[in-house]
């Protein structure tokens, strides 16, 4: 159970520093 909320925050973790690149850039 914890490891998959894990993995969850990971990825939206992720996708939200890889947000941040593009629209730095």
Known sequence: ???II???NLVS???S???Y???SI
């Open 1 to 3: 159970m914890m490891l």
């Open 6 to 8: 894990f993995v969850l």
């Open 13 to 15: 973790l992720l996708q």
């Open 17 to 19: 520093v890889t947000h």
């Open 21 to 23: 690149r593009h629209t």
